[in-house]
């Protein structure tokens, strides 16, 4: 190889032709000639095509070069909103991509699938519509006992229908990872409300419970699914129904509404205390309020009377005959004031009528007037 390299004058490019150098002075290799390595490739491409003109020639590497062009702009491909991209290499998961504008290599070495990630898929579990089982047309629902009868934990036995809705949370582990997606929620969701329903009484089932059983079923769900790496998110677990067994409810319907019964006649005691109680209180407390205005108004004329008497006292002290004489005409007062009164003079001389009707020359005066 070095003997080779040492006849082609030391240089990469071999020794120019006619000796020398290249460059007519003997210094340094020369460039390689581009126009004649184009030539060669259009020669060596001729081979394999039809037609031998330089013009052809030309001609079919530009096809080739726009078709290149084609197919590397074929790669481009566009994620809607409510998709995500899934990119296969030779049929092998790769990766996923996000809504917008991305590439992959075109076909036949990449390729992309595009699922529905924001739809919310739904599976009914204990009773299939009509139309959808194909027996009916009419839409009505038709019983699946072998789903929906489930064992409480009283040892009870429950009929419960329920809804499951999902969406795609990872569209690679959607569709690689699981082979049958929607018969693997239908087998989670059953597994899950089983063991809700086992660990709980027929009682709250039937009426109040409901939710905390949606809720419980719903977390034990995305629990499992999580662990197939399934890619899917479970995002409501409904209740259509929750009866005893048809055999037994009309007794649990009469036990619903003695009970109900009883709620009712509850509420309206509960009902009637609260507007009786309050009243009591608002009569105890009037009643209260009056006995200590009572008071006060008893205390304050006993003090007051004791004021007088004191005051009188000091005065009858200081002046006994005048305040007797006070004393007596004002009782006197007080009680003829209202009484009819006849005057009758013992010591009037003779000739004078000793006698004073008051009462009639009243009632004369008023007349008068």
Known sequence: ?????????????????????????????????????????????????????????????????????????????????????????????????????????????????????????????????????????????ADVPQESLMLTGDENIVNIDFSVFWVIKDAGNFLFKIQDPEGTVKAAAETAMREVIARSDIQPILTEGRSLIETDTQ???????????????????????????????DAFRDVQAARADMERSKNEAEAYANDVIPRARGEAQKILQAAEAYKKEVVAKAEGEASRFLAIYNEYKNAKSVTQERMYLETMEKVLADIDKVIIEKNAGSGVVPYLPLPELNKKKKVTN
């Open 1 to 141: 190889m070095s003997d080779d390299f040492q006849q082609r004058g030391g240089s990469p490019w071999g020794t120019p032709p006619g000796g020398g150098s290249g460059n007519g002075s003997g210094k340094g290799p020369t460039p390689p000639d581009v126009d004649k390595i184009i030539k060669e490739l259009q020669e060596k491409i001729k081979k394999f095509l039809p037609g031998g003109s330089s013009s052809g020639g030309k001609q079919a590497i530009l096809v080739i070069i726009i078709l290149g062009f084609v197919w590397l702009a074929s790669g481009l491909y566009r994620v809607l909103p409510d998709e995500q991209g899934v990119v296969l290499r030779f049929g092998k998961f790769i990766k996923t991509t996000q809504p917008g504008l991305n590439y992959h290599i075109p076909f036949p070495v990449e390729s992309v699938l595009t699922p529905k990630v924001t739809k919310v898929n739904r599976i009914d579990i204990g009773f299939r519509s009509e139309r959808d089982s194909g027996f009916s047309s009419s839409g009505g629902v």
């Open 219 to 249: 977390e034990i769900i995305q629990k499992i699914l999580d662990e197939y790496t399934s890619g899917i998110q479970i995002t409501q677990v409904q209740t259509q129904k929750a009866d005893p067994p048809d055999q037994v409810i």
